[in-house]
């Protein structure tokens, strides 16, 4: 289980809420959100709801009345989506899947990756090694809502 230290944390948020200016009312999608702290962060500017999910155990989670999140294992997107039906919505304002491709099964993270796009109507946040980058870049034009804005980081 890994919790992010203070200066990570801050890292992280720096490179994605500049990008993310006006958020007011947005809801939040964290594929992999660790302890939800840039969730936190955009509700903090104005964000309505933030749900994240990650696999470390709900104890670890920060605190904030309008972030929902739920410790799971996501291997495939049908029994992610069957398991959370409760508090998914059809489409979010912004997801975010940030350093956590390389983490999914490798049987799953592909369709993860595919439908965690088509939820997203504004923003789409998304991270990953620099190994995956050549693949799954060729998939945006093809999948990502045109009317959205899409943040990409390779590491």
């Known amino acids: 289980?890994?919790?992010?230290?203070?200066?990570?944390?801050?890292?992280?948020?720096?490179?994605?809420v500049p990008f993310l200016n006006n958020v007011?009312?947005?809801t939040i999608l964290d594929i992999g959100g660790n302890d939800g702290f840039i969730s936190l962060e955009l509700l903090k500017?104005?964000?309505?709801?933030?749900?994240?999910f990650d696999i470390l155990p709900e104890e670890?989670?920060?605190?904030?009345?309008?972030?929902?999140?739920?410790?799971?294992d996501i291997c495939s997107w049908n029994e992610f989506e069957e398991e959370q039906k409760d508090i998914l919505l059809s489409s979010y304002d912004i997801v975010?899947?940030?350093?956590?491709?390389?983490h999914l099964?490798?049987?799953?993270?592909?369709?993860?990756?595919?439908?965690?796009?088509?939820?997203?109507?504004?923003?789409?946040?998304?991270?990953?090694?620099?190994?995956?980058?050549?693949?799954?870049?060729?998939?945006?034009?093809?999948t990502w809502n045109k009317k959205g804005k899409f943040i990409w980081q390779v590491s």
């Open 1 to 16: 289980m890994i919790l992010y230290d203070e200066a990570k944390k801050t890292k992280r948020v720096t490179l994605i």
């Open 24 to 26: 007011r009312d947005m």
């Open 45 to 52: 500017r104005g964000a309505s709801l933030a749900h994240v």
């Open 60 to 72: 670890y989670t920060l605190n904030h009345p309008n972030l929902i999140y739920r410790s799971t």
């Open 96 to 102: 975010m899947f940030l350093g956590t491709y390389h």
């Open 105 to 142: 099964c490798e049987e799953g993270r592909y369709g993860i990756f595919k439908k965690s796009i088509e939820l997203a109507t504004k923003y789409y946040c998304f991270k990953c090694k620099r190994t995956f980058f050549k693949d799954l870049k060729k998939e945006i034009p093809r």
